[in-house]
């Protein structure tokens, strides 16, 4: 496993690389680090691919972007960035915000991915109606409003040593004990600035008087012409999957669209169920790189 950087302008990523073949782009989320990705990637290389996971925007002092932007359009332009540096073509891998902004991605430069699994997070564009069947995602989704006061979050989260942060983790996968992998996303969210410009990406949701991400919001309510695939834990304590009954169209994945639900799984599937989670990755990417051949 090397340390190696990614770079978009002035900021510079850190990431984790390993094995050869074609390049699959793993993006993490909240409140998490990139370096929770190594057993999966240790997984791609031994299939045959090169796994790249970069930090995202803010999750490192080297890519704190004097702006404060941790805008979802912002962070787009750096996964376009980071593609770019990988050959142009790769498949994708995202999990919570790393799915919201493959989502995005997806839906936005389709030819730039050959393939895209989402994890812990259901298709987006029809979500909010699904609110209105699975009331119970309100409850769960309380803590967006709650990031986005200001100072409040962060006092709550940095108690006695992130417990709050140890918190969400027990809440989103209950029943797991997270061990090191808690204790590598602490270590990461206890670098200097990185707790605040995480909290940024929630806080940035609501500034819709800004034309870009007006129109990022346009964006995901198209198709998604890129193969997708969407996993999530049976227990997840973010993310109802009984939102999956509401938010799962065909249509709306005209390249084709595989669901599946993890037992004794929650918010960090890939994390509880590494053997499990690789093995669809891999037939996913492998499906279609399958399809490229026979064409």
């Known amino acids: 496993m090397k340390q190696v950087e990614l770079v978009n302008g002035d900021l510079r990523f850190p990431a984790l690389l390993t094995g050869d073949g074609e390049p699959v782009l793993l993006l993490h989320g909240f409140p998490d680090t990139h370096e929770n990705w190594a057993d999966i990637m240790q997984r791609l290389a031994g299939a045959g691919y090169t796994a790249v996971a970069p930090a995202l925007r803010g999750y490192a002092p080297s890519c704190q972007p004097g702006s404060g932007d941790y805008a979802l ?87 006695n040593d992130l417990d709050g942060v140890a918190t969400l983790w027990r809440r989103w996968s209950p029943g797991w004990e997270a061990g090191r992998y808690l204790e590598q996303a602490k270590h990461t969210l206890a670098q200097p600035g990185v707790l605040s410009a995480a909290l940024g990406w929630y806080r940035h949701l609501p500034r819709l008087w800004r034309r870009d991400l007006r129109q990022a919001s346009k964006t995901l309510l198209g198709e998604t012409r890129v193969p997708t695939q969407v996993l999530l834990g049976e227990s997840d304590g973010c993310m109802s999957p009984r939102l999956l009954d509401h938010t799962i169209y065909p249509s709306d994945f005209p390249e084709g669209l595989h669901v599946k639900t993890l037992a004794d799984a929650g918010h960090f599937l890939h994390l509880q169920q590494p053997d499990a989670v690789a093995a669809l990755l891999v037939e996913h990417i492998r499906k279609e790189e399958n399809k490229t051949v026979d064409s």
């Open 73 to 159: 359009t912002a962070a787009l332009e750096d996964l376009m960035a980071f593609t770019d540096q990988l050959g142009g073509r790769v498949h994708l891998i995202g999990h919570d915000w790393g799915a919201v902004l493959g989502y995005l991605a997806c839906a936005r430069y389709p030819e730039t991915f050959s393939s895209f699994s989402a994890l812990a997070i259901p298709p987006l564009k029809r979500l909010p109606q699904a609110l209105l069947r699975v009331p119970e995602q309100l409850g769960l989704s309380a803590y967006i409003p709650f990031f986005q006061l200001p100072l409040a979050a962060e006092t709550w989260l940095n108690r």
